[in-house]
Nanobody, 123 residues
Framework: QVQLVESGGGLVQAGGSLRLSCAAS????????MGWFRQAPGKEREFVAA????????HYADSVKGRFTISRDNAKNTVYLQMSSLKPEDTAVYYC????????????????WGQGTQVTVSS
């Protein structure tokens, strides 16, 4: 079992930055990949970014590539999402996710989810 708690969401103006954090507990953190997803009102949840268990491999949705950076600190059992150049269309509830089975990195099929943190970008 893995428990996930997100933090760092809030209200920011367009062009601004935010850093989301996701603290994990339960299984050894350094043994599974992590991901970030988001869900805007009236839309389906979508993949944002993923990172391998080692932190050496990352993958991003095209919509955030070059603006968002995913990272992890295995000593602190925490994964981060640094968001820059934010746009109103980035407004959503952001979720972190853990463990997608045998894959070293993935954009779907995660087994554990946090409760989410709201990010609102004003124009």
């Amino acid at each position: 079992q893995v428990q996930l708690v997100e933090s760092g969401g809030g209200l920011v103006q367009a062009g601004g930055s935010l850093r989301l954090s996701c603290a994990a507990s339960g299984r050894t953190f350094s043994t599974y990949p992590m991901g970030w997803f988001r869900q805007a009102p009236g839309k389906e949840r979508e993949f944002v970014a993923a990172i391998s268990w080692s932190g050496l491999d990352t993958h991003y949705a095209d919509s955030v590539k070059g603006r968002f950076t995913i990272s992890r600190d295995n000593a602190k059992n925490t994964v981060y999402l640094q968001m820059s150049s934010l746009k109103p269309e980035d407004t959503a509830v952001y979720y972190c996710a853990a463990d997608c089975g045998a894959a070293s990195i993935c954009s779907a099929n995660y087994n554990y989810w946090g409760q989410g943190t709201q990010v609102t970008v004003s124009s």
